[in-house]
T-cell receptor, first 113, second 112 residues
Framework: DVKVTQSSRYLVKRTGEKVFLECVQDMDHENMFWYRQDPGLGLRLIYFSYDVKMKEKGDIPEGYSVSREKKERFSLILESASTNQTSMYLC????????????FGSGTRLTVV | GDSVTQMEGPVTLSEEACLTINCTYTATGYPSLFWYVQYPGEGLQLLLKATKADDKGSNKGFEATYRKETTSFHLEKGSVQVSDSAVYFCASYSGGYNKLIFGAGTRLAVHP
């Protein structure tokens, strides 16, 4: 069964900590995406990547960075976590042209205290 | 730019009731259209899709028909179950290197 795996389902971090959220896919997809989901705000795209070592800003990149050193892995980094980054984070992947849709991971619920 | 508009929720139904969740899109050309479902505490799962006008996508008793004339892709189910309680997202894809555009999501609650 093809899969997008997010390393943690739940995380609690302290304000100011550096936080890494990891995402791995086994479908040989070129594209990978990071979204955050908040009540009433739907899905908001943070960053995406079309290839290894390539990244593009989404709609809300402030306070985040990403890394894609290997095709199957896409990491989201919170350089200095803040309470307003408490959210559900969703990773997704797709082929180069997205006509087959995206495959999502199960999500990481991050709480920053 | 492209956009997807869904009916606002929450939608609350009794078990075995009929469901319709409205979705309309704006796009240049003829996008592919998708419905995703998100169960509590989970990520999104692809529920069904349609790639051209008049196509009908179906899965798990849900259906949606791609209506070019009304730019719509409404999700329907004839008899909902408690286990259908989830958030449903409509999405469009306009081809090439474009990204999927998601609607805001519609929460469905089904009571016994």
């Amino acid at each position: 069964d093809v899969k997008v795996t997010q390393s943690s389902r739940y995380l609690v971090k302290r304000t100011g900590e550096k936080v890494f959220l990891e995402c791995v896919q086994d479908m040989d997809h070129e594209n990978m995406f990071w979204y955050r989901q908040d009540p009433g705000l739907g899905l908001r795209l943070i960053y995406f990547s079309y290839d290894v070592k390539m990244k593009e800003k989404g709609d809300i990149p402030e306070g985040y960075s990403v890394s894609r050193e290997k095709k199957e892995r896409f990491s989201l980094i919170l350089e200095s976590a803040s309470t307003n980054q408490t959210s559900m984070y969703l990773c997704a992947s797709s082929f180069r042209t997205g006509g087959s849709g995206y495959t999502f991971g199960s999500g990481t619920r991050l709480t920053v205290v | 730019g492209d956009s997807v508009t869904q009916m606002e929720g929450p939608v609350t139904l009794s078990e075995e009731a009929c469901l319709t969740i409205n979705c309309t899109y704006t796009a240049t050309g003829y996008p592919s259209l998708f419905w995703y479902v998100q169960y509590p505490g989970e990520g999104l799962q692809l529920l069904l899709k349609a790639t051209k006008a008049d196509d009908k996508g179906s899965n798990k008793g849900f259906e949606a028909t791609y209506r070019k004339e009304t730019t719509s892709f409404h999700l329907e189910k004839g008899s909902v179950q408690v286990s259908d309680s989830a958030v449903y997202f409509c999405a469009s894809y306009s081809g090439g290197y474009n990204k999927l555009i998601f609607g805001a999501g519609t929460r469905l609650a089904v009571h016994p």
